[in-house]
């Protein structure tokens, strides 16, 4: 079946039922409210209902009726992404940290300086190989469609992968595409280089040959230019503004069309790397300074000196998962193999240059205090359970998801002392160009549980119960969100068809707001042994962004906080997770399971 045979097939993502939405909307707030809140609440729901809420919900209906695909594709991409206004750098960008080499050589093993290494250069052409392997099978629609128990999934984030660029804009970004170009970017100390990866004829070229170019590019010796590529880790505002200024400036619109038309960026990193596996990830999340990323290209690889590799990523054109399952395919089949290449002329790689005056130096400073200060504040730890993973927790007879988001869930009870809001991404992808859902797993039985466990006159049959009990309940609540019908994204829809001076208490109440404060905000990745961690920012300063990974002897997890909160601490998250892990295995075996 060729890739995207499905795409014709599948539904529009449907405008829920407003009566369902409030009814599961105000089972979602009961974490959130005291008894009397609940009930004026419930006044206030009532009220909509009756009121405006039909109005709304019939505005809603007409515009869906005009959308081509989705009556919430245009305004998830500008108003989730493209219009916020915050740095993509660790605010929004994700990384993805491989595995290493099979074929690591042992000199490389035991620590390198400064400098780039053979070994570095193989391993990124490889990477460069594979990736463009696994985009032949996109474009020539070999890529197995995706399919659930369901039903087919959407494909298009598959078109999202590669030549996409996110381009800065007052007020609102732009997202360009151009997936048929034949060159690639690399980036060494901020100097960018357009490398062909295809002959004149569309040919691949061979590993050998892009080594070559790699090599030769890290061996020559060029005036350093002003590290242009560290303003897109700026605030949108002041990355437009610069951009636009640059754009003014001699042939400047041409490199930066260079840019926005590579098909990926290589990033070749001198410096040398924390060996621990955290500190992987924090240089492929940010490079430690913001410098050698150009942070709006959808997918960049990143190198370092002694070979390990992982991938950043610009969130708006697509979700992590996609691009996780080019990473999870190009790394399981290293060390790489040569493509079918022809005879035909390759163009040589070439340095782009950069005009720039007085303006541009003076906000290149800005940028770096800019991003010296996001950088210091982002607290990175991927952590490594061994304990147990999947095969353990089935004997629980419950998802191996759920089992995380409940631990998540007393993690942060047992260190803050009360349930925080949860969000976790329920996929959408069973729609036509369906993207992410808001599963809230704070559900009234999860908090029932993380009561609970930390009640001593609870026993052990009890626990475990209500622990069963949450974890169904989550299962339902992402099971009914994947299926479009969440309460977010219609809350939002509502939300944007009212007319001006419009409103309503169900919007503006406290627990409107309070039930969906994120301070756990949560993504699952599949369980790929070839991947070592994912993780993105925390969305509230005073809480946490971490993505899992549930495989079948350990749980992976990466999580990050601001070190300037003075309640939040990824390393004492992690120590508590731990602990909570191994009270669940207590738990279980108490029980005889």
Same mark, same amino acid.
């Given at each position: 079946?060729? *890739?995207?045979?499905?795409?014709?097939?599948?539904?529009?993502?449907?405008?829920?039922?407003?009566?369902?939405?409030?009814?599961?909307?105000?089972?979602?707030?009961?974490?959130?409210?005291?008894?009397?809140?609940?009930?004026?609440?419930?006044?206030?729901?009532?009220?909509?209902?009756?009121? !405006?809420?039909?109005?709304?919900?019939?505005?809603?209906?007409?515009?869906?009726?005009?959308?081509?695909?989705?009556?919430?594709?245009?305004?998830?991409?500008?108003?989730?992404?493209?219009?916020?206004?915050?740095?993509?750098?660790?605010?929004? +960008?994700?990384?993805?940290?491989?595995?290493?080499?099979?074929? *690591?050589?042992?000199?490389?093993?035991?620590?390198?300086?400064?400098?780039?290494?053979?070994?570095?250069?193989?391993?990124? $052409?490889?990477?460069?190989?594979?990736?463009?392997?696994?985009?032949?099978?996109?474009?020539?629609?070999?890529?197995?469609?995706?399919?659930?128990?369901?039903?087919?999934?959407?494909?298009?984030?598959?078109?999202?992968?590669?030549?996409?660029?996110?381009?800065?804009?007052?007020?609102?970004?732009?997202?360009?595409?151009?997936?048929?170009?034949?060159?690639?970017?690399?980036?060494?100390?901020?100097?960018?280089?357009?490398?062909?990866?295809?002959?004149?004829?569309?040919?691949?070229?061979?590993?050998?040959?892009?080594?070559?170019?790699?090599?030769?590019? &890290?061996?020559?010796?060029?005036?350093?230019?002003?590290?242009?590529? !560290?303003?897109?880790?700026?605030?949108?505002?002041?990355?437009?503004?610069?951009?636009?200024? !640059?754009?003014?400036?001699?042939?400047?619109?041409?490199?930066?069309?260079?840019?926005?038309?590579?098909?990926?960026?290589?990033?070749?990193?001198?410096?040398?790397?924390?060996?621990?596996?955290?500190?992987?990830?924090?240089?492929? #999340?940010?490079?430690?300074?913001?410098?050698?990323?150009?942070?709006?290209?959808?997918?960049?690889?990143?190198?370092?000196?002694?070979?390990?590799?992982?991938?950043?990523?610009?969130?708006?054109?697509?979700? &992590?998962?996609?691009? $996780?399952?080019?990473?999870?395919?190009?790394?399981?089949?290293?060390?790489?193999?040569?493509?079918?290449?022809?005879?035909?002329?390759?163009?040589?790689?070439?340095?782009?240059?950069?005009?720039?005056?007085?303006?541009?130096?003076?906000?290149?400073?800005? $940028?770096?205090?800019?991003?010296?200060?996001?950088?210091?504040?982002?607290?990175?730890?991927?952590?490594?359970?061994?304990?147990?993973?999947?095969?353990?927790?089935?004997?629980?007879?419950?998802?191996?998801? $759920? #089992?995380?988001?409940?631990?998540?869930?007393?993690?942060?009870?047992?260190?803050?002392?009360?349930?925080?809001?949860?969000?976790? *991404?329920?996929?959408?992808?069973?729609?036509?160009?369906?993207?992410?859902?808001?599963?809230?797993?704070?559900?009234?039985?999860?908090? &029932?549980?993380?009561?609970?466990?930390? +009640?001593?006159?609870?026993?052990?049959?009890?626990?475990?119960?209500?622990?069963?009990?949450?974890?169904?309940?989550?299962?339902?609540?992402?099971?009914?969100?994947?299926?479009?019908?969440?309460?977010?994204?219609?809350?939002?829809?509502?939300?944007?068809?009212?007319?001006?001076?419009?409103?309503?208490?169900?919007?503006?109440?406290?627990? #409107?707001?309070?039930?969906?404060?994120?301070?756990?905000?949560?993504?699952?990745?599949?369980?790929?042994?070839?991947?070592?961690?994912?993780?993105?920012?925390?969305?509230?300063?005073?809480?946490?962004?971490?993505?899992?990974?549930?495989?079948?002897?350990?749980?992976?997890?990466?999580?990050?906080?601001?070190?300037?909160?003075?309640?939040?601490?990824?390393?004492?998250?992690?120590?508590?997770?731990?602990?909570?892990?191994?009270?669940?295995?207590?738990?279980?075996?108490?029980?005889?399971?």
């Amino acid at each position: 079946m060729r *890739t995207f045979e499905n795409q014709t097939k599948l539904p529009k993502l449907p405008v829920p039922d407003l009566k369902k939405t409030i009814e599961r909307y105000l089972v979602s707030i009961k974490p959130f409210a005291t008894p009397e809140e609940e009930q004026e609440y419930k006044k206030i729901c009532q009220d909509f209902l009756l009121n !405006l809420g039909p109005v709304l919900q019939q505005r809603l209906i007409e515009h869906d009726q005009k959308q081509p695909i989705s009556w919430l594709e245009d305004w998830w991409y500008r108003l989730a992404y493209l219009s916020w206004r915050e740095s993509v750098l660790v605010h929004s +960008n994700w990384y993805i940290i491989a595995q290493p080499h099979p074929q *690591t050589p042992e000199t490389v093993r035991v620590g390198i300086r400064t400098g780039y290494t053979d070994f570095q250069i193989q391993r990124a $052409a490889g990477l460069t190989s594979l990736f463009l392997d696994y985009k032949h099978l996109i474009d020539t629609e070999t890529l197995e469609p995706e399919t659930t128990k369901q039903g087919p999934l959407c494909m298009n984030q598959y078109k999202q992968i590669f030549g996409v660029t996110r381009v800065p804009k007052p007020e609102c970004d732009i997202i360009v595409k151009h997936p048929d170009s034949k060159h690639i970017v690399l980036l060494l100390q901020d100097q960018i280089f357009v490398v062909f990866v295809y002959d004149q004829d569309g040919k691949r070229i061979k590993i050998q040959q892009l080594e070559k170019y790699l090599e030769c590019i &890290a061996m020559v010796t060029v005036n350093k230019q002003p590290s242009v590529p !560290l303003l897109s880790g700026q605030h949108r505002d002041d990355w437009a503004r610069d951009h636009i200024h !640059l754009e003014s400036l001699g042939n400047n619109k041409d490199s930066f069309k260079w840019i926005e038309t590579s098909l990926f960026a290589v990033c070749l990193d001198h410096k040398p790397v924390d060996k621990s596996i955290s500190g992987l990830a924090r240089n492929t #999340f940010h490079s430690g300074d913001g410098h050698n990323r150009w942070f709006d290209k959808s997918i960049s690889i990143c190198v370092t000196n002694d070979g390990r590799a992982g991938m950043n990523g610009e969130h708006s054109p697509c979700d &992590a998962l996609v691009p $996780a399952l080019v990473l999870d395919y190009a790394v399981k089949r290293e060390p790489a193999q040569n493509p079918q290449t022809g005879n035909g002329q390759v163009k040589k790689p070439f340095l782009l240059k950069w005009t720039v005056d007085d303006h541009v130096l003076e906000h290149l400073e800005s $940028a770096q205090e800019y991003c010296n200060k996001t950088i210091q504040d982002s607290d990175v730890i991927v952590h490594h359970f061994k304990g147990y993973g999947s095969d353990f927790i089935k004997r629980l007879k419950v998802s191996p998801d $759920a #089992f995380v988001q409940m631990c998540l869930q007393l993690t942060f009870y047992r260190i803050h002392g009360y349930c925080a809001g949860v969000y976790e *991404t329920s996929s959408t992808r069973q729609f036509l160009h369906g993207r992410t859902e808001t599963c809230r797993s704070l559900t009234p039985a999860a908090k &029932a549980f993380v009561l609970g466990f930390n +009640n001593p006159t609870y026993s052990v049959q009890k626990k475990l119960e209500l622990f069963r009990t949450a974890c169904k309940a989550h299962v339902d609540y992402i099971r009914m969100s994947s299926q479009g019908n969440g309460v977010d994204r219609h809350l939002l829809g509502l939300r944007l068809v009212l007319k001006d001076k419009e409103t309503h208490p169900i919007f503006t109440h406290p627990l #409107f707001a309070r039930s969906s404060k994120w301070q756990l905000s949560t993504s699952a990745l599949f369980s790929g042994d070839n991947i070592h961690g994912t993780g993105f920012g925390t969305v509230y300063h005073d809480g946490y962004g971490m993505n899992y990974m549930v495989g079948k002897k350990m749980i992976k997890i990466g999580v990050e906080s601001k070190f300037s909160d003075p309640h939040t601490s990824t390393d004492k998250f992690i120590r508590t997770l731990q602990s909570i892990y191994c009270e669940m295995q207590v738990l279980a075996e108490s029980a005889k399971l």
